[in-house]
């Protein structure tokens, strides 16, 4: 996810003495009862079957994690094509206060350079909106979040977030078009591409149900696999398993993949929601009626990442981010501004929902053309061609369709719990996508892994 809601909750001091024990645990605890004559399988070697893979692996437990990529680290993925480290999955720490990923960070000197939300930039046109438009836009997003706030708490049936928007900007029609521009890029910033999806596919009654950390959004200069490489360390890690089928009895699971069949105990499924919806690994038996109807219920968002590396920078040097309010809304595009965390005069445009799931359809040179339409309606038709770009395509991503998962209209918060929920003692689910405090994000993924480990250690 891009950037924090401006409006989140805050979750109380005892939820963050609980992650920071997860964290905790997940490298020295031993348990009271090791049952380390059991083997277990996780499925996917992402952040969340990292975490329980090293956890059980702790214990005691003999674990083999089976990964369909010929990479770990799943949606964290660090890639080096424009020459230094840059994260084309998840970038940030969203919020460093009692985050377990950053405990692990602070824990392996892994540095990391924070995120100013204020050094932000919103243009119309060639220009940036003077100190009163911003003072009315924001005054103007902040009521139409109270008001969506109370328009939800009244609401019989559920709606989706773009059509109380709606209905709502229908009593601003006295706003200049530069303001009521910038309030509609604002909002779709801060919620659309936070979920990766149009607003009239997020359902209202879900809208900031999720809680949030406080503190600083950090990102890492040297790459979020530094995560993710410590993490594996010392783990039987099986690269190129592609898992195709799942039985399990009271005796144990039985996994097959492309190339062979995997026998344990018990198993930690961490496969993306996407994956699952596309019933690309058969369940013997089937799973239970309500599991599968969340599975189908739920969506998964689309964010995509168009990285551009240029010669030299031409954009503001203070500005960590920016975008062009005056472009279609369809197309609202957010510029990160790279060189703030590694010197180098790199962009990173996020595009979301319908948008980037039509861009992943357009060849690359109409993508970049777009993005530079978009920078030159800020910076002027002079500006250079990037020198090298590197394009994200997260929903045709055959081992995630898509980027994170949200709850649409029609599906129910609850779902996200359902998902989690294990089938038996011996099939367990992990995942972004089953944490419900947390879903969308890598510390959600990672106590997701947590959580199902100390559930077997538990048992
Ligand atoms: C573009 C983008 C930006 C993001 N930005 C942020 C951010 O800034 N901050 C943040 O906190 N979160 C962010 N996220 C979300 C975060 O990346 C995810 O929530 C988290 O990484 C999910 O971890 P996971 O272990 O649940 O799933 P995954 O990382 O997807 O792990 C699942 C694993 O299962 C494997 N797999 C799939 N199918 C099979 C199969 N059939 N057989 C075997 N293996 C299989 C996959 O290859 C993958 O390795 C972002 C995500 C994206 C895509």
Redesign the pocket.
């Known amino acids: 996810?891009?950037t924090p809601l401006s409006r989140r909750r805050f979750i109380q001091l005892s939820s963050l003495a609980i992650t920071s024990v997860f964290a905790r645990n997940l490298l020295t605890a031993q348990p009271a009862h090791v049952q380390a004559d059991e083997t277990i399988l996780v499925?996917?070697?992402?952040?969340?079957?990292l975490a329980a893979a090293r956890r059980l692996q702790t214990a005691g437990y003999a674990v083999i994690v089976?990964?369909?990529?010929d990479r770990?680290?799943?949606?964290?993925w660090t890639d080096y094509t424009l020459g230094l480290p840059l994260d084309?999955?998840?970038?940030?720490?969203?919020g460093i206060d009692g985050n377990p990923i950053y405990d692990l960070a602070r824990q392996w000197g892994i540095v990391t350079s924070v995120t100013d939300f204020d050094a932000s930039a919103v243009y119309y046109g060639a220009d940036e909106l003077t100190d009163e438009d911003y003072a009315e836009v924001e005054a103007v997003v902040e009521e139409l979040y109270d008001e969506l706030e109370a328009l939800k708490a009244d609401l019989d049936e559920d709606k989706s977030v773009g059509a109380a928007v709606e209905e709502l900007l229908a009593d601003y029609g006295d706003l200049s078009a530069r303001v009521l521009a910038s309030v509609r890029w604002t909002i779709m910033s801060e919620i659309g591409l936070e979920m990766?999806e149009d607003l009239t596919n997020l359902s209202l009654w879900a809208w900031d149900e999720d809680e949030a950390l406080s503190g600083d959004d950090v990102v890492f200069p040297g790459g979020y696999r530094q995560i993710v490489e410590r993490l594996a360390e010392g783990l039987d890690i099986r690269l190129g398993?592609?898992?195709?089928a799942l039985y399990h009895d009271g005796a144990g699971v039985e996994v097959e993949?492309s190339s062979g069949v995997f026998v344990a105990d018990r198993v930690i499924v961490?496969?993306?929601l996407g994956?699952l919806q596309r019933g690309?690994?058969a369940f013997d038996p089937p799973l239970p009626t309500a599991k599968q109807t969340a599975i189908d219920r739920m969506a998964m968002g689309s964010?995509?990442?168009v990285v551009l590396r240029f010669s030299a920078q031409f954009w503001p040097e203070e500005l960590h981010s920016f975008g062009a309010a005056d472009q279609p809304e369809a197309e609202a595009t957010e510029f990160w501004n790279m060189a703030i965390h590694t010197g180098a005069p790199i962009l990173v445009a996020l595009i979301g929902g319908d948008d980037a799931r039509q861009l992943e359809r357009t060849n690359e040179q109409t993508v970049v053309a777009r993005m530079l339409n978009h920078l030159r309606g800020m910076f002027g038709a002079e500006i250079p061609e990037p020198t090298a770009y590197v394009i994200?395509r997260?929903s045709s991503d055959p081992?995630?369709y898509g980027?994170?998962s949200h709850i649409p209209p029609g599906a129910d918060y609850d779902d996200y719990e359902t998902l989690a929920a294990p089938v038996s003692d011996r099939v367990l689910f992990?995942?972004?996508?089953t944490h419900a405090a947390y879903p969308?994000?890598?510390?959600?993924?990672f106590l997701?892994?947590a959580r199902e480990a100390e559930r077997i250690i538990n048992r």
């Open positions: 996810m891009p499925i996917g070697a992402g952040i969340a079957g089976l990964e369909g990529r770990i680290g799943g949606r964290v084309l999955g998840a970038a940030w720490i969203h990766g398993q592609v898992v195709t993949t961490t496969l993306p994956v690309l690994v964010l995509d990442k994200t997260w081992f995630a980027s994170y992990a995942g972004e996508a969308a994000t890598v510390h959600g993924a997701s892994g």
